[in-house]
């Protein structure tokens, strides 16, 4: 019985674990700066991304994917401009967070803390993220009949915007990740702060092609819609 009452307890923490860092993902991208862009919609500078890096720093992959990734999408539903996008971001950002989760795992060996890996599991993160936004955007201006070095052209400014957003999202959430684990480890949400994973290798065939199908069905998605 007190196993059954500690796993219903952990199953809450993590239900309440994305809640409240999807709110905080979705609070994040409120504060932004729009900068309109020649082709396509505007591009912005936000605080999303590093509530999106914190939820997997913090709590691991799949809280960080799914906070990340409902936070952000909610934001796109509630905002006509975005509305369209929504899916698409929604699978976007939650493999940054899974992926600045599963990594950070590495960097906390034996209750121990290994900073250079820390960063490099938010950078890889974000430029998961990087990636898979200019390409949307990419994909979106050729598929409105814009030329292959005028879509480029038209994603220069995003990719600029992207950058200062991914070096602000590192800047406050690895800070951030060593400040909270450290208060919340006197917490019930001990219990899901990203550890590493016991006898598991780094990467295996089966999570390499689980991210290779990922991003395949983010692709396949965004071009469904676009057309």
Not at 105 to 121: D, N, V, W, Y
Not at 202 to 223: D, E, G, M, Q
């Amino acid at each position: 019985m007190e196993q059954q009452i500690t796993v219903q307890r952990k199953k809450l923490i993590f239900i309440v674990s994305i809640g409240l860092m999807a709110a905080l993902v979705f609070l994040g991208n409120y504060l932004q700066i729009k900068i309109p862009v020649a082709l396509g919609d505007v591009t912005r500078i936000h605080l999303g991304n590093s509530m999106c890096l914190l939820a997997g720093l913090l709590f691991g992959p799949m809280t960080g994917g799914l906070a990340s990734g409902i936070g952000a999408g909610l934001f796109d539903l509630l905002d006509p401009m975005y509305i369209m996008s929504a899916p698409y971001t929604f699978l976007s950002k939650f493999a940054m967070g899974f992926l600045a989760g599963y990594l950070a795992r590495q960097a906390f060996p034996e209750g121990k803390t290994r900073l250079p890996r820390l960063i490099g599991a938010a950078v890889c993160g974000q430029l998961a993220y990087i990636v898979l936004y200019l390409f949307k955007s990419y994909v979106s201006l050729r598929l409105v009949g814009n030329a292959p070095a005028v879509a480029l052209v038209a994603v220069l400014p995003k990719l600029l915007t992207s950058s200062v957003n991914a070096v602000a999202a590192v800047v406050i959430a690895v800070p951030l990740t060593l400040a909270l684990r450290k208060a919340l480890k006197q917490t019930g949400f001990s219990a899901l702060l990203a550890k590493p994973a016991e006898n598991r290798t780094a990467w295996t065939p089966i999570k390499v092609v689980a991210v290779v199908v990922l991003c395949l069905a983010a692709l396949f998605l965004f071009l469904y819609l676009a057309l």
